[in-house]
């Protein structure tokens, strides 16, 4: 039975793999959200109201490719082997994964909220009620990764 607990955490390899693959699309994702932002920017002159939203979604699409880098590396790093990276890429422990995966889907978070603002497609009342669920997740976040980072003293 030791020996199958021992070998069982290569099966993390298959969330690190599904992880990297994802990052890779979302990457491609990225890079066109930022051809679809230069094409209105160069069209419009750069005076197109669009061109904040275009530039907006841009960001959203890396942050979300990196948070799915920083996941598989941590994965990784807790359950297969270490890895030589910055200590910004990769949590060394699970209450350090959560608190940067939560760090950075407030962030995420903060990006959407402008998003909503400029988005003259969502009606009024509808902006008030997303910005207003948009903070209350961002506040759970932020008070989790304060309060959750501050009481705990061992981990692995």
Do not use: C, N
Request: hydrophobic share 60%; net charge neutral; charged share 15%.
């Amino acid at each position: 039975m030791k020996t199958i607990i021992e070998k069982s955490k290569y099966l993390s390899l298959l969330a690190v793999i599904t992880l990297l693959l994802t990052f890779a699309l979302a990457l491609f994702w990225g890079i066109a959200q930022a051809v679809k932002a230069w094409g209105k920017i160069i069209l419009s002159l750069g005076q197109s109201p669009d061109v904040i939203l275009s530039i907006l979604k841009l960001i959203d699409a890396f942050l979300i490719a990196m948070v799915l880098y920083i996941l598989a590396a941590s994965i990784y790093e807790l359950f297969v082997s270490k890895v030589e990276l910055p200590s910004t890429l990769v949590a060394r422990s699970l209450t350090e994964l959560k608190r940067k995966l939560s760090s950075v889907i407030v962030l995420v978070l903060a990006v959407h909220s402008v998003e909503v603002i400029f988005d003259e497609g969502i009606p009024g009342l509808e902006k008030v009620w997303q910005m207003v669920a948009i903070s209350l997740i961002a506040i759970v976040l932020i008070a989790f990764s304060y309060f959750g980072t501050s009481h705990e003293q061992t981990d692995i």
